[in-house]
C-alpha cells in the first residue's frame, strides 16, 4: 500500500469529518454547511496546514498543524499538532508514521524547534508516538470552555 501525506483540500472535507467522528464518536456530526464555513476559515489561517494521510486515492489518516510564531528560542516557532486520526481499517499499518514523518517534516521547513502534541492516555498511543522519536517531556493541562465561561 502506497502512502502520500499531502495538504488537504476541499474536496478532502468528507474525509475528514468520517475520520473525525472516528476520533470522536461522540460528537454530533457539524452540518455540510458550518463544516465548508469551519474549513474556509482553516484553510485561510497563515500557519495552518491540515495533512492528511492518503491510501491510493482514499484519506485514511489526518493530523492538524498551527505554526505558531514564538518570542522565545531565538524567535523559532512551535508547530502545534491536533486532531492526528487514522481510520480504524487503516491502524498498524504505517500511516501515523508517515504522517508523523510529514509533521516533523513540517515543523522543521517553518523553522520550528519543537512539534508539540497532546496524546490520550493510552499506553498504545503513547509507545506509538516515543517509536516517532517524541518524547514525554512535560504534563499537560486541559479546561474545557462551557457556556458559563462565555459570560464572564
Not at 464518536?25 to 492518503?54: F, M, Y
Amino acid at each position: 500500500m502506497k502512502i502520500t501525506v499531502r495538504s488537504a483540500v476541499g474536496a478532502d472535507l468528507p474525509s475528514l469529518l468520517t475520520l473525525y467522528g472516528e476520533l470522536n464518536p461522540d460528537d454530533a456530526p457539524l452540518p455540510r454547511e458550518k463544516a465548508d464555513a469551519v474549513w474556509a476559515t482553516i484553510s485561510s489561517q497563515l500557519g495552518r496546514t491540515v495533512l492528511v494521510a492518503d491510501a491510493e486515492g482514499v484519506v485514511v489518516g489526518t493530523a492538524d498543524c498551527l505554526v505558531l510564531s514564538n518570542l522565545t528560542r531565538g524567535g523559532r516557532a512551535i508547530l502545534f499538532v491536533e486532531n492526528v486520526v487514522v481510520a480504524e481499517a487503516f491502524q498498524r499499518r504505517g500511516v501515523g508514521r508517515e504522517l508523523m514523518k510529514a509533521v516533523v517534516q513540517l515543523g522543521a521547513s517553518a523553522g520550528c524547534y519543537k512539534v508539540q502534541l497532546l496524546a490520550a492516555d493510552d499506553e498504545y498511543v503513547h509507545s506509538f508516538y516515543e517509536s516517532c522519536g517524541f518524547q514525554t517531556r512535560a504534563e499537560g493541562f486541559r479546561r474545557y470552555i462551557d457556556r458559563h465561561d462565555q459570560m464572564i
